[in-house]
């Protein structure tokens, strides 16, 4: 399919936007030391990043949260208390525990105790629950679990099930335990307060914080992905590191920037991306425990938030809310984060005021990552890192070998899959489960020997080593020979009048050739599905889609179901596909040479699965 979004990036809008890298460059050298780094015995990670904020702005604030504010010291010193607790109890470095808390300081201070300490934190996605709970805390072996009380009924629906005692259960309760920590809020039964316990240990940072090395590992993230069980990522100190040495020194905070956090902090992109660019500029974050569209510009004001993270739902939701009061002289000039679709990229900033989109492309296991440094439209930015485009073949998923048996480098312009090269600058630090490591492994792609990470996106080179996100591998689907990108069909369709939110999958019609093109939609408040707006909308997305990409069921939806991060959940949506017998849902087909859109019966699936139609 070609792009929707033909851009391309030429030498005149570089040279238009040097001025502002030259004034950041000075600083920015000083990251590349970090995002360079390779001596594997050299003292490093999340703990001597934060220390150094310490020293250089110690009563600067670093965390704000509903009416508490900690600065640097408070912060450091509290995780401190937490890190010796932990030694006092045996546990070493390497040792791994489970953090289940939503955003709130004690998170931090969790992942800040991990970092001295050289244990490794198990970032417990809080959405989940039961089975899928219970796999992921099983995957890591933990030798405790710090739950906030808010995360208690979940973790005793399976507490029975995992191979844990009482006394390795720590409860830290729901309030403001830096400031309280008392003993008349009793713990539930079976776990141990922690609160009451670490505030009797010493605010001086263990000498364990001096043996933390580059490949050390520092968090467990796992994967939220929309199907199956999740995969538990290594995240090691370094990466964390170049996360803080790139995208922090690059975004440019200060002491009096605020950086605004309602992503999940079990997510890299909050817990790595964010935290890092505040960290570096000895800034404050702001926390929210959930996004919400209704709290966020009374938050960005409460906290005088001059930047924030995002991914791209969050900024659709944003666009699609009613213009309000609070958004107008907003403090807000950057944002930092992935997923701004094209579509409202100009028209976001524009609303809100944003001077610079710092995009960019990373994913918690990979090795290769793009930051939009020149602040440019619709792109994720370029990267220092190796990596190739190779061509792709949608129909057999896999990329296309010559008869020599190697890879070919797509050409500027085209989509191709995007693979990291595997180097001692940008490893790759694999999965806890060996197999599902070497699984995303190609080596021999363009001579003998050579290894690259398959990331399973699409990119386009739209020059000067920028890179356009097109779709993830398993997102396209093919109808009329031609290759459909769902994320492209989506953008055109969410942005067409009435259309709350849209998603685009391809479903199997019997007797045809590939898989025809399925958008589940909601409908914004008092917007009919009458045939007035169907020809309307029919209009408008015939005016940008060709016709291989048009629709040919519709699923009309109350609300769309997506994951704790935001990503759609497709797959009980494809199972269902158009049938009327599976879903009590509205369902609508265009059937062939038809102008409008027909509701599917019983009798009209049965009709269309017969072949009575020639789609």
């Known amino acids: 399919m070609a792009s929707l979004y033909q851009d391309h990036i030429t030498l005149p809008q570089i040279v238009k936007k040097l001025p502002k890298v030259i004034k950041k460059l000075p ?157 008349d809020h009793p713990a539930p039964i079976g776990m141990t307060s922690l609160s009451p316990l670490i505030h009797n240990q010493p605010k001086t940072c263990p000498k364990s914080s001096q043996d933390i090395y580059l490949n050390d590992g520092l968090f467990y993230i796992f994967t939220s992905g929309t199907t199956g069980l999740p995969k538990a990522v290594v995240f090691n100190h370094g990466r964390w590191m170049k996360a803080y040495g790139g995208f922090g020194y690059a975004l440019a905070l200060t002491p009096k920037d605020t950086l605004y956090v309602a992503l999940p902090l079990y997510h890299a992109t909050a817990s790595v991306i964010c935290w890092s660019c505040a960290v570096a500029g000895g800034s404050a974050i702001a926390l929210q425990r959930k996004f919400s569209v209704s709290k966020f510009w009374h938050d960005v004001h409460k906290f005088n938030a001059t930047s924030f993270g995002y991914v791209g739902e969050l900024c659709r939701y944003l666009i699609d809310t009613p213009v309000s009061d609070l958004e107008h002289n907003n403090p807000i000039t950057k944002m930092v984060g992935n997923g701004l679709r094209p579509s409202i990229w100009h028209s976001f900033k524009e609303r809100f005021g944003i001077d610079e989109v710092m995009e960019f492309y990373a994913s918690s296991e990979g090795n290769v990552g793009f930051t939009n440094l020149f602040n440019l439209e619709n792109t994720v930015g370029f990267t220092p890192l190796p990596f190739i485009l190779v061509e792709f073949d949608r129909e057999t998923g896999a990329p296309i070998r010559n008869k020599d048996g190697f890879m070919r480098e797509a050409a500027q312009g085209e989509t191709g899959l995007l693979l990291g090269e595997i180097t001692d600058k940008s490893p790759f630090d694999g999965y806890t489960d060996p197999e599902k490591t070497r699984a995303k492994i190609f080596t021999d792609v363009l001579i003998k020997g050579d290894r690259y990470f398959n990331t399973g996106d699409l990119m386009r080179n739209i020059g000067f080593k920028h890179c356009q996100f097109v779709d993830r591998v398993g997102d396209t689907f093919r109808w009329k020979g031609e290759n459909v990108s769902t994320t492209e069909v989506e953008n055109i369709i969410a942005d067409c009048p009435g259309i709350g939110e849209a998603i685009v999958y391809g479903v199997e019609i019997a007797g045809t050739d590939g898989r025809a093109g399925m958008v589940a939609i909601t409908l914004d408040e008092g917007v009919v599905f009458d045939k007035a707006y169907q020809s309307q909308l029919l209009t408008e997305i015939t005016q940008h889609l060709p016709s291989y990409a048009m629709p040919v069921f519709i699923r009309l939806l109350d609300n769309i179901e997506t994951t704790s991060t935001f990503k759609y959940k497709k797959s009980q949506l494809k199972e269902v596909g158009f049938n009327p017998s599976q879903t009590t849902d509205s369902l609508w087909v265009r059937l062939p040479k038809s102008e409008q859109f027909t509701p599917v019966t019983y009798e009209t699936y049965e009709q269309i699965q017969s072949g009575a139609f020639r789609f």
Request: charged residues 25%; hydrophobic residues 40%; contains cysteine.
């Open 27 to 183: 600083k920015m050298t000083l990251g590349l030391r970090y995002v360079y780094a390779k001596r594997t015995d050299k003292h490093t990670g999340l703990g001597l990043a934060f220390a150094k904020a310490v020293k250089a702005h110690p009563n600067a604030a670093a965390v704000k949260y509903e009416d508490m504010q900690l600065s640097y010291r408070e912060l450091d010193e509290w995780s401190n208390q937490l890190a010796n607790y932990l030694i006092s109890q045996g546990c070493q470095k390497g040792d791994v525990f489970a953090l289940a808390l939503e955003n709130r300081p004690e998170m931090l201070c969790g992942l800040l105790a991990a970092a001295k300490t050289g244990m490794i934190a198990a970032l417990i996605n809080t959405s989940q629950t039961g089975k899928v709970l219970k796999h992921s805390i099983d995957l890591v072996n933990p030798k405790l679990i710090i739950v906030g009380n808010e995360l208690v009924d979940t973790l005793i629906d399976i507490k029975g099930q995992l191979n844990l005692g009482d006394s390795q259960y720590l409860w830290w309760d729901d309030i403001d335990t830096y400031h309280e920590h008392r003993d």
